[in-house]
């Protein structure tokens, strides 16, 4: 069964220091792999994603994010957290053989930036 | 370009009334989604349409119907609402595989809130 996890409901960050949101995933074959961003009352916005070459993928806002293929994992980072990063964040893939026209998401991860 | 929109934006039923949730994309996109979400479960696809006139039931379709008569549109009803449909309702929409190197994530309405009392 395809499934996407993220391991923590909550991450706590102090601002300007990194951060990191977890994203494992279990897929057939080498899926895309996606990052989201969805702020309060809001629609879920496209960060980032992951289709081929290097591993380490640049999004949207200073977020990258790093692909791990034998740890099936593509972890969400930012070097200098801001308050602003505060939101609940979604990891997404979508299989490249079967079941193309799915997404799996995980459950979210709220982010919290203290300033 | 208005991307994806839904209508209404909130909705308050009673249970069993009936409603149509609408969702409209102007990217020519031939997939269409609808998800619930839900405190603590993510996002949880109801139906989904990869072209007009065809539809398919996602992970949680029980209680809702779909209908994809115009590409741009995808219609989610529910005809005898229930309290455990309240949840927030999101349609997205992506290009098909054959058009994939045009973009490769979905994109997403910006919701609506529905209650079931």
């Known amino acids: 069964a395809q499934s996407v996890a993220q391991p923590e409901d909550q991450v706590n960050v102090a601002e300007g220091n990194p951060l990191t949101v977890k994203c494992t995933y279990s897929v057939s074959g080498n899926p895309y792999l996606f990052w989201y961003v969805q702020y309060p009352n809001r629609g879920l916005q496209f960060l980032l994603k992951y289709i081929t070459g290097d591993n380490l993928v640049k999004g949207s806002y200073g977020f990258e994010a790093e692909f791990n293929k034998s740890q099936t994992s593509f972890h969400l980072k930012k070097p200098s957290a801001l308050v602003s990063d505060s939101a609940l964040y979604f990891c997404a893939v979508r299989p490249l053989v079967y079941n193309f026209n799915k997404f799996y998401f995980g459950s979210g991860t709220k982010l919290n930036v203290k300033p | 370009n208005a991307g994806v929109t839904q209508t209404p934006k909130f909705r308050v039923l009673k249970t069993g009334q009936s409603m149509t949730l609408l969702c409209a994309q102007d990217?020519?996109?031939?997939?269409m989604y609808w998800y619930r979400q839900d405190p603590g479960m993510g996002l949880r696809l109801i139906h989904y349409?990869?072209?007009?006139?065809?539809?398919a039931k996602g992970e949680v379709p029980d209680g809702y119907n779909v209908s994809r008569l115009k590409k741009q549109n995808f219609l989610l009803g529910l005809e005898s609402a229930a309290p455990s449909q309240t949840s927030v309702y999101f349609c997205a929409s992506s290009y098909p595989r054959r058009l994939a190197g045009k973009g490769y994530e979905q994109y997403f309405g910006p919701g609506t809130r529905l209650t079931v009392t």
């Open positions: 990217m020519n996109h031939e997939y």
């Open positions: 349409s990869v072209g007009e006139g065809t539809t």
